[in-house]
T-cell receptor
Framework: QKEVEQNSGPLSVPEGAIASLNCTYS??????FFWYRQYSGKSPELIMF????GDKEDGRFTAQLNKASQYVSLLIRDSQPSDSATYLC???????????FGTGTRFLVSP | DVKVTQSSRYLVKRTGEKVFLECVQD?????MFWYRQDPGLGLRLIYF???????EKGDIPEGYSVSREKKERFSLILESASTNQTSMYLC??????????????FGEGSWLTVV
């Protein structure tokens, strides 16, 4: 079992739609969770982090964490074509001092 | 603004050559990381360092070595480049513990092609 799993997609939505990107992780000791956005040919950029169960909102983005079920999701409201990118879920495994990434979900927003 | 600079953005090297990828960060971060990213495999950790002259193997250290002589600089070395090391290499840095927003900041990446 991979440590961090994401559906590779692509997840395609029309402009203005709500989209949910999901991620599951295997290590129950994981402490912090991150969502990175990566445009083609560019390096990842952080868009959200969350470490407590529940929701965390930042503009059009909401991160949701459920530690009991070991999943974290990213909700994107009012999707824009500029949101089209690969979204990487990352989990900080404190015991090993490393950030483990999923393979990413390709997200496409059509005008 | 945190700045992580990878000096070589695009390199083409021959099989068997020794390759150095340099990374410098300007935020006095303790931790530095080298990842490689390949289609369908995501980001995989090669090596990381949590202090000067300290290094730890990541998930795929074979064929690589690292050097951290100064806090701000972390070098990735391919002793004898092979074609399966063609990839994008990402350097990153962070504060001591990555939690609660003390996140990892990435450089712009180095695209290495080994022919």
């Amino acid at each position: 079992q991979k440590e961090v799993e994401q559906n590779s997609g692509p997840l395609s939505v029309p402009e203005g739609a709500i989209a949910s990107l999901n991620c599951t992780y295997s290590d129950r000791g994981s402490q912090s969770f991150f969502w990175y956005r990566q445009y083609s040919g560019k390096s990842p950029e952080l868009i959200m982090f969350i470490y407590s169960n529940g929701d965390k909102e930042d503009g059009r983005f909401t991160a949701q964490l459920n530690k009991a079920s070991q999943y974290v999701s990213l909700l994107i409201r009012d999707s824009q074509p500029s949101d089209s990118a690969t979204y990487l879920c990352a989990v900080w495994v404190g015991g090993f001092q490393k950030l483990v990434f999923g393979t990413g979900t390709r997200f496409l927003v059509s005008p | 603004d945190v700045k992580v600079t990878q000096s070589s953005r695009y390199l083409v090297k021959r099989t068997g050559e020794k390759v150095f990828l340099e990374c410098v960060q300007d935020m006095d971060h303790e931790n530095m990381f080298w990842y490689r990213q390949d289609p369908g495999l995501g980001l995989r950790l090669i090596y990381f360092s949590y202090d000067v002259k300290m290094k730890e193997k990541g998930d795929i250290p074979e064929g690589y070595s690292v050097s951290r002589e100064k806090k701000e600089r972390f070098s990735l070395i391919l002793e004898s480049a092979s074609t399966n090391q063609t990839s994008m290499y990402l350097c990153a840095s962070s504060l001591t513990t990555v939690r609660s927003g003390n996140t990892i900041y990435f450089g712009e990446g180095s695209w290495l092609t080994v022919v």
